[in-house]
T-cell receptor, first 115, second 114 residues
């Protein structure tokens, strides 16, 4: 069974500062890993995903994440926060063997960017 | 190319009523999944349809049912609505074959039960 833990329901950073959003997962098999962003009153937009290959994954809007199997982590980072990054971020996993289309989401982290 | 489209975007229902939500997947996608996102929580998997059959189901009661049509579009039906069914309902589409394919989400349908 898969599960996702996002540490910190709210994260606040200053504009220009490093963004670090944490995601740890539990999975019986090497999972597929995803980060989605949700702006107020909108659906989910894919930021980046890891399936196979290079463990450092680059996504849209300057975000990247690194899959660390030994730590069962997939933390999301961005070197310099912009005001437009304020949103809620969800980490998700799926099982590539049984059903890669079924996602297990974390409870989300709301990112606040201060001017 | 239209992405995943859902309707209606917002609706208000009374306890005990029934509701139907609709989803058109991204062009070329054959698999549709439904998720419930309660306020302040991450999306929870309801069920998934492929080839017009329910293939997997999450931990939701039988009041939640669905359907997939030959054109791959899908409906989510909820009977005997409860206040706790108030949530954003998200539809996701993907290709069944080819692991690692990107999954696309619609904008969602906001359901308020009063």
């Amino acid at each position: 069974a898969q599960s996702v833990t996002q540490l910190g329901s709210h994260v606040s950073v200053s504009e220009g500062a490093l963004v670090l959003l944490r995601c740890n997962y539990s999975s019986s098999v090497p999972p597929y890993l995803f980060w989605y962003v949700q702006y107020p009153n909108q659906g989910l937009q894919l930021l980046l995903k890891y399936t196979t290959g290079a463990t450092l994954v680059k996504g849209i809007n300057g975000f990247e994440a690194e899959f660390k199997k030994s730590e069962t982590s997939f933390h999301l980072t961005k070197p310099s926060a912009h005001m437009s990054d304020a949103a809620e971020y969800f980490c998700a996993v799926s099982d590539p063997v049984y059903n890669f289309n079924k996602f297990y989401f974390g409870s989300g982290t709301k990112l606040n960017v201060k001017p | 190319d239209a992405g995943v489209t859902q309707s209606p975007t917002h609706l208000i229902k009374t306890r005990g009523q029934q509701v139907t939500l609709r989803c058109s997947p991204k062009s070329g996608h054959d698999t549709v999944s439904w998720y419930q996102q309660a306020l302040g929580q991450g999306p929870q998997f309801i069920f998934q349809y492929y080839e017009e059959e329910e293939r997997q189901r999450g931990n939701f009661p039988d009041r939640f049912s669905g359907h997939q049509f030959p054109n791959y579009s899908s409906e989510l039906n909820v009977n005997a609505l409860l206040l706790g069914d108030s949530a954003l309902y998200l539809c996701a589409s993907s290709l069944r074959r080819g692991s690692g394919n990107t999954i696309y989400f619609g904008e969602g349908s906001w359901l308020t039960v009063v």
